[in-house]
Nanobody, 123 residues
């Protein structure tokens, strides 16, 4: 069982930056693809960024492309989401997730979820 714990959320002004972290409890983290999702009030949860097991490929939703960067540190079982040029529409609860696949280019739903961290961008 992989446990995921997010941190780094908070309140930031438009144009600001935040870095989210996702710490995994198991070494098996190193062998699976990971992703960041978010859910805004009244909206469905959406995947915004994902990364293959070895960091070789990354994937971004159009809404965050060029502003957000996903990276992982398999040595420390941690994944990050650097968020720059934040906008009010980025306000949401952000979740990290682990797949049961090597590649994040998958239609499968993640197998494990973190508890979420709130990001609020003020205008």
């Amino acid at each position: 069982q992989v446990q995921l714990v997010e941190s780094g959320g908070g309140l930031v002004q438009t144009g600001g930056s935040l870095r989210l972290s996702c710490a995994a409890s198991a070494r098996s983290f190193r062998a699976v693809a990971m992703g960041w999702f978010r859910q805004a009030p009244g909206k469905e949860r959406e995947r915004i960024a994902a990364i293959d097991w070895n960091g070789g490929r990354t994937y971004y939703a159009d809404s965050v492309k060029g502003r957000f960067t996903i990276v992982r540190d398999n040595t420390n079982n941690t994944m990050y989401l650097q968020m720059n040029s934040l906008k009010p529409e980025d306000t949401a609860v952000y979740y990290c997730a682990a797949y049961n696949t090597l590649s994040a280019q998958t239609l499968r739903a993640p197998a494990h979820w973190g508890q979420g961290t709130q990001v609020t961008v003020s205008s």
